[in-house]
């Protein structure tokens, strides 16, 4: 079967770095999405690797190993409004999105 | 560029009654919309793949009677929860595809559902 997996929930100090994991388990791959959503609103897109290494977007970095099965995005500089969930979700051989269920990330002061 | 919309942004409706949600790529042509749904506290669930002028794909488990999906253009695709129930009560949030070569999907800001 596919399977996503992500740590339920995390929790890190304003200003600080945090690294979500994501592992995955799927028929075939065509990329990996990072999607961060804040509580009652709909998911907005972060990153994207296809291939292996490290894509950097600002605070936000996201890496790939497909050989490992694995994918972490870095939050760097943490501010209070990166409390959000964020959702890892695998494309498939047939292009289809697999989700995980997500990482509530908790920003104290 | 690569906006979603989603009309209503949130219903309260009696049980047994129907609801349409659209969903509207703004700026693109969508060559596929995604239909999900979220129940609090967890990851989306797909219900349906939808391509302009077919029918709509539903994943396993989703009644395709009770949760009509039509995708009549390239523009806009529309769910209607028929004879919505209780237990029907949730956040549905659609997406859209056909600007990035990679498929990325765009999501519209989501329809919250209440079936009194």
């Known amino acids: 079967g596919q399977n996503i997996d992500q740590p339920t929930e995390m929790t890190a100090t304003e200003g600080a770095i945090v690294q979500i994991n994501c592992t995955y388990q799927?028929?075939?791959?065509?990329?990996l999405f990072w999607y961060q959503q804040h509580a009652g609103e709909a998911p907005t897109f972060l990153s994207y690797n296809v291939l292996d290494g490290l894509e950097e977007k600002g605070r936000f970095s996201s890496f790939l190993s497909r050989s490992k099965g694995y994918s972490y995005l870095l939050l760097k500089e943490l501010q209070m409004k990166d409390s959000a969930s964020y959702l890892c979700?695998?494309?498939?051989?047939?292009?289809?999105?697999?989700w995980g269920a997500g990482t509530k990330l908790i920003i104290k002061p | 560029g690569a906006v979603v919309s989603q009309h209503p942004s949130w219903v309260i409706c009696k049980s047994g009654t129907s609801v349409k949600i659209e969903c509207r790529s703004l700026d693109f042509q969508a060559t596929t919309m995604f239909w999900y749904r979220q129940f609090p506290k967890q990851s989306l669930m797909l219900m349906a793949t939808?391509?302009?002028?077919?029918?709509?794909?539903?994943e396993q488990g989703v009644e395709k009677d009770k949760f009509l999906i039509n995708h009549a253009s390239l523009t806009l695709s529309t769910l209607t929860v028929t004879s919505a129930h209780p237990e029907d009560s949730s956040f549905y949030i659609c997406?859209?595809?056909?600007?990035?070569?990679?498929?990325?999907?765009?999501f519209g800001p989501g329809t919250r559902l209440t079936v009194l």
């Open positions: 799927t028929s075939g791959f065509n990329g």
């Open positions: 979700a695998v494309m498939d051989s047939n292009y289809q999105l697999i």
């Open positions: 939808s391509n302009e002028g077919s029918k709509a794909t539903y």
């Open positions: 997406s859209a595809t056909g600007l990035a070569d990679y498929n990325e999907q765009f």
